[in-house]
């Protein structure tokens, strides 16, 4: 009985990393191939315009560099690894601008073969980019789900992760209005429209595509953390819904760009201060509870939450064995903090109906779950949109070929892998919450064992 249970859970951590291991490689080739995409699109302008071109690059850098920076920051008590990070923005500046350059021009031509080109002068801008857009760019958050298990678990994990997707594709679109505005301003002067778009690109970033692809992202993460459920797959419709809708305001025709910017903003502001609260809330509920059993002191317990406090105490060591065990300290208290932050509320470990621990079955909160039907979504979208838009314009049919490449690379390891649990990560997660929470209210089932990494 041990042997075949010791069996099945080395199939089942093999057929998890396989399937992570195929998430990455199809993440890989779809950035491969939206910088092809970017590059076939744009690498005239370098040859005509050599020194525009790169001045339109280069004034990207300080956004790209300072957006991340602020945007990591705004993940409570500590910031997300820098290697997915840096994913999310590469996701956004090379997968999601690359097909959305060819899925936009598609549609682009059905509003003015189907509505009349004057009204496709208008909105055609303001329809297109949020459908096509938002989706592409929200594809990048549930690859983070399931390239990393364990990165995104809840709500505010996927604000940060797609507010990350959303610079990185508003750092490429800037590029691409840079070099599109030398052309429309007749070519008179390179350097000057490269200049003036960028100027006012920047007086539209604190309400461009970061903000929109969080609200987004956080719908993702709620889902995460709450399974397909009906109330979680509702809130992350609404939470789509609405960054498609900050997208069309943003994009619409009449409006005074400080207007669009200002809501834009402060819906994004509103989100996130409530998730916010609620998550250094339940962060600080934890301490308490560590407190009053003896594992933190009520300084620690007071500060740990602060990444200032933090620095502060390990500048204060003197020896570097002294040093290294508090920074090994701290990292393991607050990866039992920052698991049972994330949860909507802290459990203990799940038990059968016989009072057995459950220690080695799948939760029935899944990641995948929201993969199979975030995907499924994209594969009907696949099959349906571009058909219209070949038959409205016959020039487009690889805009077919294009989506549904995407999709079914997007849902290819979903589908193969859900019958087995690749929530075995986030499990040990919870249980190593529950290990920290559950020690002052003498869970049952919870081994007065120390938290270990």
């Given amino acids: 009985m041990t042997t075949s249970r010791a069996a099945i859970t080395a199939s089942r951590a093999t057929a998890v990393r396989s399937s992570v291991l195929a998430v990455r490689v199809s993440a890989v080739i779809l950035c491969a191939f939206g910088g092809t995409v970017m590059t076939w699109q744009f690498f005239r302008f370098v040859g005509v315009f050599p020194g525009a071109a790169v001045l339109a690059a280069i004034l ?184 498609m809708g900050m997208h069309l305001l943003f994009d619409a025709p009449g409006l005074q760009l400080a207007v669009k910017v200002l809501v834009n903003f402060t819906v994004f502001g509103v989100v996130y201060l409530r998730l916010r609260q609620s998550y250094l809330r339940r962060a600080r509920g934890a301490l308490t509870q560590l407190q009053a059993v003896g594992i933190v002191t009520p300084t620690e317990a007071a500060g740990l939450p602060s990444r200032h406090w933090r620095r502060l105490t390990l500048r204060r060591e003197g020896s570097p064995a002294a040093l290294e065990g508090l920074r090994t300290r701290q990292r393991e208290i607050l990866d039992g903090v920052e698991a049972s932050a994330a949860l909507a509320a802290p459990a203990c470990r799940p038990k059968s109906r016989q009072g057995q621990e459950l220690a080695d079955e799948p939760l029935p909160r899944s990641p995948e779950r929201l993969s199979w039907w975030a995907c499924t979504l994209l594969v009907a979208l696949a099959r349906q949109k571009p058909t219209m838009i070949a038959a409205a314009a016959p020039r487009n049919t690889r805009l077919k070929m294009i989506w549904v490449v995407t999709a079914a690379l997007a849902s290819w390891p979903a589908g193969w892998t859900s019958p087995y649990p690749t929530v075995a990560s986030v499990a040990t997660e919870k249980y190593r919450a529950s290990v920290l929470v559950c020690r002052s209210t003498n869970c049952p089932g919870i081994s007065a064992t120390t938290v270990s990494t």
């Fill in 60 to 243: 990207e850098v300080p956004l790209l560099a300072i957006g991340t920076a602020l945007l990591c920051l705004l993940r409570p008590i500590r910031i997300p690894v820098l290697a997915w990070s840096a994913a999310a923005v590469i996701w956004g500046g090379s997968a999601a601008i690359g097909c959305a350059v060819l899925a936009n021009d598609g549609l682009m031509s059905l509003w003015a073969k189907t509505a009349g080109i004057a009204f496709a002068a208008n909105w055609s801008d303001s329809l297109t980019a949020p459908l096509n857009e938002e989706l592409l760019k929200l594809c990048g958050v549930i690859m983070l789900v399931l390239a990393a298990p364990r990165l995104i678990r809840g709500p505010m994990d996927g604000l940060v992760f797609g507010a990350l997707v959303g610079l990185g594709f508003q750092v490429a679109e800037n590029v691409t209005y840079g070099l599109n505005s030398i052309v429309a301003s007749g070519a008179t002067d390179p350097v000057r429209a490269v200049a003036s778009s960028t100027f006012v690109r920047y007086a539209s970033a604190l309400g461009s595509h970061w903000t929109m692809t969080a609200i987004g992202g956080a719908g993702i993460g709620y889902v995460v953390l709450h399974g397909a459920t009906r109330r979680a797959m509702a809130v992350a419709v609404v939470c789509v819904a609405a960054a």
